[in-house]
């Protein structure tokens, strides 16, 4: 099976910049698309957003315009460029393959602080 690891997070100044980082260990299918979700305190886990395969990424309204999802050459790597980061996008982000997910990584913790 697919291990994921998500890398990148940890404490930024609001406005501030972010790149996470999702590796694939073992396995995935080339045709695989990519989601991120996040999970912050008191909410619900929430997608953030999506890139099928072949087709445009698409954000949440939340971060739309300031978050941007990509891919390495290699399929086995998913970025999520995060900017004009604001304490609301504090949360726990998650990456999976879309459409059809494997196992949950453990996240990585991204807090947006003064």
């Known amino acids: 099976q697919v291990q994921l690891v998500e890398s990148g997070g940890g404490l930024v100044q609001p406005g501030g910049s972010l790149r996470l980082s999702c590796a694939a260990r073992g396995r995935i299918f080339s045709d ?3 989601v991120w979700y996040r999970q912050a305190p008191g909410k619900e886990r929430e997608l953030v957003a999506v890139f099928p395969n072949g087709r445009s990424a698409n954000n949440a309204d939340s971060v739309k315009g300031r978050f941007a ?3 390495d050459n290699s399929k086995n790597i998913v970025y ?4 004009s980061l604001k304490p609301d996008d504090t949360a726990v982000y998650y990456c999976n393959t879309y459409p059809n997910r ?3 990584g453990q996240g990585t913790q991204v807090t947006v602080s003064s």
């Open 80 to 83: 999520l460029q995060m900017s």
């Open 32 to 34: 695989s698309g990519w």
């Open 69 to 71: 999802i990509s891919r």
């Open 102 to 104: 494997v196992s949950w």
